[in-house]
């Protein structure tokens, strides 16, 4: 488990920074779409955009 989470970890730090931040905002924050876009100045369209790219880093980094 703590190899995974290593992995994911790195993945999140090779991602653009608005990425990092959306998903960060997002998961560990707790903000849905619209407040991410507001308080990051983006379209919720960009913010899902950032989000499905972390998602799929993550999820590839968790594979192997």
């Known amino acids: 488990l703590f190899e995974r989470i290593s992995l994911i970890d790195k993945a999140l730090e090779r991602l653009h920074e608005n990425t990092r931040e959306a998903f960060l905002l997002s ?8 407040q991410i876009a507001e308080r990051m100045n983006i379209s919720p369209s960009m913010v899902r955009k950032h989000l499905t790219k ?3 880093a993550c999820y590839l980094a968790s594979e192997g």
Do not use: N, S
């Open 54 to 56: 972390a998602f799929t």
């Open 27 to 34: 998961q560990i924050d707790g903000l849905r779409h619209r």
